[in-house]
Nanobody, 121 residues
Framework: QRQFVESGGGLVQPGGSLRLSCAAS????????IGWFRQAPGKERKGISC?????????NYADSVKGRFTISRDNAKRTVYLQINSLKPEDTAVYYC?????????????WGQGTQVTVSS
């Protein structure tokens, strides 16, 4: 089955950091834009970041995470990362990855099961 497998979530205090990983299972990352999405309790899932398939690594971020989150990819390892710094309680959510539209941050395909991030003191 082609899907992403997310990992790296956990419980962290406000101001802390996490590095999430998203590994592709059963397919290559080549020629695919890959993004991160999150769903907070009681809210819809939203796109927060996307990195394009080109070697230039063009990225896009939602305003809510700009300056704190950094997306990167390693095509050889078939893995996409999300470095999360200066975590806030409102960042608490299940984080997912999928292929994405880099202009709109819309998710497209290969959704994983997600990894839980909880920010609390």
């Amino acid at each position: 089955q082609r899907q992403f497998v997310e990992s790296g979530g956990g419980l962290v205090q406000p101001g802390g950091s996490l590095r999430l990983s998203c590994a592709a299972s059963g397919f290559s990352l080549n020629s695919r834009n890959i993004g991160w999405f999150r769903q907070a309790p009681g809210k819809e899932r939203k796109g927060i970041s996307c990195v394009d398939s080109s070697g230039g690594g063009r990225t896009n971020y939602a305003d809510s995470v700009k300056g704190r989150f950094t997306i990167s990819r390693d095509n050889a390892k078939r893995t996409v990362y999300l470095q999360i710094n200066s975590l806030k309680p409102e960042d608490t959510a299940v984080y997912y990855c999928a292929t994405c539209n880099i202009a709109t941050l819309e998710g497209i395909d290969y959704w994983g099961q997600g990894t839980q991030v909880t920010v609390s003191s």
